[in-house]
């Protein structure tokens, strides 16, 4: 019988495959998107660019490698109950740049809409055969995929499995630290065996030696895995000193988002939460620019709003010239000009015309802005 569906490569999914792994860089493969074909069931060409019908483009819920086939990649999206209302005949797997990289056809289905009487969630999946899985990026941004019973039920699993580790090695630190304290506690009593007194508060004191070891304990892992203290607070930008994000340097970054902070515009749909920091959907751009407390009613620094940019200015600087005109010198940033040509002196038998120039960069490092001294760095803001 003749293969009527299959998926197969793209020609410049092939290209952008095959230059990533000659590189050893990876394609970021991030969208999923259906279609209806044009009203038949289409037979994927490589030389397609685009679906012939799209309906609907959207972030994948997963990227894996087949655990039966190392040469094959799984991709999945859900599309949820509330959205539908047109067939399915064809599949497109774009990366973050855009570009089709794989192209599918599938058996005829119709997705609906409950506002036509019946829903269901529709999950989409493509496979695709591939010459090095090295060269995908196999991450999902979590934040804006529609999770599967499944791996909402592995995720309990994994949180309460990490969640009876933590509490098993609390209890366990507790436990010496108690014990520890009973033996210190008990040869105290012995010394002091007319009044117990000291005995419950030495118990007292070791018990609450233990909570704050315990939560010691357990900030120190959270810190380890890149969240609460340890990890930036999403929005607000922070100085990074190296070009690549912290996530591709540090094991216990994965999964969180970094941007440059160089006033580019995001998708409030693929990071809600920036978005409520930066409602313009637009960061600030900190390249080259110094950071400075929002005056916020104080009067130092009147007249601004959040994230407005300030240009350079320094204060106003004043100054005279008093005496007697049969002989001038100048010091400082002033100079005697004589014809034009700075002079150290002139007196009144020298003939042309004389005059004064101020001049800071006699007497000061001069350049073409007002600075500090300082040392750059990188400014970076967590996005998800």
Known sequence: MTTKYFALLTNQGAAKLANAAALGTKVNITQLAVGDGGGTLPTPDPAQTKLIGEKRRASLNSLTIDAANGSQIIAEQIIPEGEGGFWIREIGLFDADGVMIAVANCAETYKPQLAE????????????????????????????????????????????????????????????????????SGDALKQHTDDANPHQQYLRTAQALADIKVAGKVAEALKNLGIGEGAPLIGSPFPWPHAKMPNELFESMAGMVFLKSNGASFSGTLYPKLALAYPALKLADLRGEFIRGWDDGRGIDSNRTLLDLQEDAMQKVTGGIDGNFNFITASGAFRVTNNGTKVQAVDNTASGNHGFIFDTSTVARTATETRPRNVAFNYLVRAA
């Open 117 to 184: 009487g019946s829903g269901r969630t529709q999950t989409v999946r493509m496979i695709i055969i591939v010459n090095s899985t090295s060269a995908v990026t196999l991450k999902i941004d979590p934040s804006v995929v529609l999770a599967t019973r499944k791996y909402v039920d592995d995720g309990v699993i994994v949180a309460k499995q990490y969640a009876d580790t933590l509490q098993a090695q609390a209890k366990e630190y507790a436990d010496t630290l108690l014990e520890q304290a009973k033996k210190y």
